[in-house]
């Protein structure tokens, strides 16, 4: 799947964080509406606010938690689900862009590729997303 990164690079430039962009993006995959998904991730953004990880994986593993839900702690095989497609988008994500960390990302391309990684986390999230639909799993 392709993203209209003119619709990433808009929803941007009106303020909200890496976190929130992706959330309320991929908000019909997860059915949340856009004032809770903007509100989950405020405290995202900026590699949660320390240059940790990525604010646009944080919200791709957020759309994934709420597609695929783990809450109940005995249900093994949710908590294996998550699992395994958490570590699918951020190896995506690691493969493209070697690192995980905002800090990093933001030294070795500049914040104007921030757009960018916004962009392909959503890509990835669609693409998991659909492929779980595909084998019959969502």
Do not use: W
């Not at 405020?42 to 590699?47: D, L, P």
């Not at 994500?93 to 500049?110: D, H, M, P, S, W």
């Amino acid at each position: 799947m392709t993203i209209d990164r003119d619709k990433v690079a808009e929803i941007h430039s009106k303020g909200y964080n890496c976190a929130q962009v992706v959330a309320y993006l991929c908000r019909e995959l997860s059915g949340v509406d856009e004032k809770t998904a903007l509100a989950a991730m405020g405290g995202f953004g900026g590699g949660l606010r320390s240059g940790e990880v990525c604010g646009a994986v944080s919200g791709g593993v957020y759309t994934l938690g709420l597609c695929f839900p783990f809450d109940d702690g005995n249900d093994k095989e949710a908590k294996d689900k998550i699992a395994r497609l958490t570590k699918a988008f951020t190896a995506g994500f690691k493969e493209e862009f070697e690192t995980l960390r905002c800090v990093e990302l933001l030294q070795a391309n500049g914040k104007a590729r921030c757009e960018e990684y916004m962009a392909r986390a959503i890509e990835l999230i669609h693409d998991i997303i659909e492929r779980e639909k595909t084998n019959g799993n969502l």
